[in-house]
């Protein structure tokens, strides 16, 4: 059974940056690719982006672009989402996602989810 | 990309069938098989229900059920039961490039 294992709560001030990390137990990470989403408290599902460890290559929601940077690393199976120059609307909860490898168009499996809050 | 329209909440009694409507574009919705459907219950991560407009994972119940017309996507929940309260979300999900959620439609079972 495929699991991805998102880190800890995390809590930073205006202006800095944060890194949750996914790492996926129990199935072949570079297979797949990944995504990430957030949800603010009380909204709705908001794609940030994604990356396709096999190849390297990164998609990024327009509103993020230049804000977030999504890695990879295969040696430990883990995927990466650091979001800098952090305000209050990014307390949310990040949730990675698991993109299924036929078609790449719905995510089967998802994370617990990590809240990051920002607050001074 | 703006998100898909979802109606913010839907109720029905138990044994009904109720329908949640997601409108898009020719661009997302009305692009070739996009659409899923998620579930979520408050403070846990979404879970499939729907695929490719219409395909259901194993495991999920065949009470649910998926369609798409033009740019409208549409999902039925048959003999509504207790447990089917939670929130539930369309996704215009090319991954590849960009990925658009509705808004979400909070489904209350009276």
């Known amino acids: 059974q495929v699991q991805l294992v998102q880190s800890g709560a995390e809590v930073r001030k205006p202006g800095s940056s944060v890194k949750v990390s996914c790492k996926t137990s129990?199935?072949?990470?570079?297979?797949?690719?990944l995504s990430w989403v957030r949800q603010a408290p009380g909204q709705g599902l908001e794609w940030m982006g994604g990356?396709?460890?096999?190849?390297?290559?990164?998609h990024y929601a327009q509103r993020f672009q230049g804000r977030v940077t999504i890695t990879a690393d295969e040696f430990t199976s883990t995927a990466y989402m650091e979001l800098s120059s952090l305000r209050s609307e990014d307390t949310a909860v990040y949730f990675c996602a698991r993109v299924d490898s036929s078609s790449l168009r719905y995510f089967d499996v998802w994370g617990r989810g990590t809240l990051v809050t920002v607050s001074s | 990309q703006s998100a898909l329209t979802q109606p913010a909440s839907e109720s029905g009694s138990p044994g009904q069938s109720i329908t949640i409507s997601c409108t898009g574009t020719s661009s997302d919705i009305g692009s070739y098989n996009l659409v899923s459907w998620y579930q979520q219950y408050p403070g846990k991560a979404p879970k499939l229900m729907i695929y490719e407009d219409s395909k259901r994972p194993s495991g999920v119940s065949n009470r649910f059920s998926g369609s798409k017309s033009g740019n409208t996507a549409s999902l039925t929940i048959s003999g509504l039961q207790a447990e089917d309260e939670a929130d539930y979300y369309c996704c215009s999900c090319a991954t590849s490039s960009t990925v658009v959620f509705g808004g979400g439609t909070k489904l209350t079972v009276l």
């Open positions: 129990g199935g072949t990470f570079s297979n797949y690719a």
């Open positions: 990356i396709i460890p096999l190849l390297g290559t990164t």
